[in-house]
């Protein structure tokens, strides 16, 4: 089985633009989560897409969001970028049954300049 | 609030120096524990789900365990390719998956 891919692998934007990030989960997997992860903070969940729906939250600004395709395909998108959103942006899928097994893609890194 | 450490931040050993992480954890109602493995630059790869209390599960030279508690992660007689960061994360009864800090182990030759 393909494993969870990630595109771009790399990005490097400037203050005040969008970045639009995309991932392809294992096939079967309906869940999507994403994760930002900095050396300071460690991996901090963003949000979760199960059947298109963002099923969990995490403690993020409103910049940042999500959205789940038919085909399990999940993008995320950070408006009006800052700095401190340069970062590895992670992608994990999960088949979305109770207790969820995630499986990651290799990330994308954003730089921010 | 559901919450994850992890000790040592690091960790340096010989090769063949057994040794183990630990994965102290509150959680509102645990479904499950992971553990994974990072390499630098790239995304966690996954190596072990711990259902409940008393649980084992191995894999080549790691040994994961599972308390109420904690959880460790035991290394024996590991290799340089053993250097990595591992990363513990749990999920409760409100379904986020929370990750810990992690621990950096290096395995010197």
């Known amino acids: 089985k393909a494993g969870v891919t990630q595109t771009p692998r790399y990005l490097i934007k400037t203050r005040g633009q969008q970045v639009t990030l995309s991932c392809s989960p294992i096939?079967?997997?309906?869940?999507v989560s994403w994760y930002q992860q900095t050396p300071g903070q460690g991996l901090q969940f963003l949000f979760e897409?199960?059947?298109?729906?963002?099923?969990n939250k995490g403690n993020f600004p409103g910049r940042f969001s999500g959205r789940q395709f038919s085909n399990s395909r999940s993008e995320m998108n950070v408006s009006t970028l800052e700095l401190g959103d340069s970062a590895l942006y992670l992608c994990?899928?999960?088949?979305?049954?109770?207790?969820?097994?995630?499986?990651f893609g290799p990330g994308t890194r954003l730089t921010v300049l | 609030e559901d919450q994850v450490t992890q000790s040592p931040e690091a960790l340096r050993l010989q090769e063949g120096e057994s040794s183990s992480l630990n994965c102290s954890y509150t959680?509102?109602?645990?479904?499950?524990l992971f553990w994974y493995r990072q390499d630098p630059g790239k995304g966690p790869e996954f190596l072990f789900t711990?259902?409940?209390a008393g649980e084992e599960k191995e894999k080549e030279r790691l040994k994961a365990t599972l308390t109420k508690k904690e959880s460790f992660l035991h290394i024996t007689a590991p290799k340089p390719e053993d250097s990595a960061t591992y990363l513990c994360?749990?999920?409760?009864?409100?379904?986020?998956?929370?990750f810990g800090p992690g621990t950096s182990l290096s395995v010197i030759p």
């Open positions: 711990l259902y409940s």
């Open positions: 994990a899928s999960s088949p979305g049954t109770p207790v969820d097994t995630q499986y």
């Open positions: 096939s079967g997997h309906r869940s």
């Open positions: 897409y199960f059947s298109e729906t963002q099923r």
């Open positions: 959680v509102s109602g645990l479904r499950g």
């Open positions: 994360a749990v999920q409760g009864s409100y379904d986020k998956v929370i």
